[in-house]
């Protein structure tokens, strides 16, 4: 019995970015360029974040589906707030480096607009990625994507799209991609990528 066709594109089109993620696995800076598929219409600064002005904005795609913890999590439930969407996996070195950083900055902004959501891949035992956030004491959810079907589908070609691990990708409170990393963040760059979109009305 053969695969149909669309089974087979979406096995292809997971093997692709399993090929890409496989040879940006724990990237570090990634030097100040900007990447996503051709699109100018976002400039990266010298710390190497892009960002995207509020009127050349463009929503995600479908971001969904079951959790770490087994919940169920549409990030599309979070619009009116600025989300941060965290590519990471258990495995990956600058993804532990930044963790800490993350877990203060999501607990001191709880109360002010701002939700966390890790998009945790590559982590085919489930049980590692789940004592990651036990030993950060990682206060949000992320949707447990091994396969990297979600970070492939939910960001448009041509956007700010998460193009290593760790990436973040910051979404405004339209639910539009705003900024990107494709690096470990301190505590300082990563208020800088969300304490505009805050001050946005």
């Known amino acids: 019995m053969s695969l149909s066709?669309?089974?087979r594109r979406t096995l292809l089109a997971v093997g692709v970015l399993t090929a890409a993620l496989a040879?940006?696995?724990c990237g570090g800076d990634?030097?100040?360029k900007s990447g996503g598929g051709g699109n100018t219409n976002f400039v990266t600064n010298t710390g190497g974040i892009a960002t995207v002005a509020?009127?050349?904005?463009?929503?995600?795609?479908k971001i969904a589906g079951e959790t770490l913890e087994g919940e169920q999590l549409d990030v599309a439930d979070l619009k009116g707030k600025v989300v941060v969407l965290n590519v990471w996996g258990s495995w990956c070195g600058p993804c532990r480096a930044e963790a800490s950083h993350f877990v203060k900055v999501?607990?001191?902004l709880k109360d002010q607009g701002v939700e966390f959501v890790g998009l945790n891949t590559r982590d085919f035992n489930k049980q590692q990625a789940l004592t990651f956030e036990e030993d950060y004491e990682v206060p949000y959810p992320s949707l447990y994507d091994p396969n990297g079907r979600l970070i492939l589908f939910g960001f448009p070609k041509g956007t700010l799209n998460p193009q290593s691990i760790p990436s973040?990708?910051?979404l405004d409170k339209e639910g539009k991609i705003a900024a990107r990393s494709l690096m470990a963040l301190d505590e300082k760059k990563l208020r800088s990528m969300i304490e505009p979109l805050l001050k946005e009305k």
């Open 5 to 7: 066709r669309a089974p």
């Open 23 to 25: 040879l940006s696995a």
């Open 30 to 32: 990634d030097n100040g």
């Open 54 to 61: 509020k009127d050349k904005r463009t929503a995600t795609e």
């Open 106 to 108: 999501a607990n001191d």
């Open 168 to 170: 973040t990708v910051v």
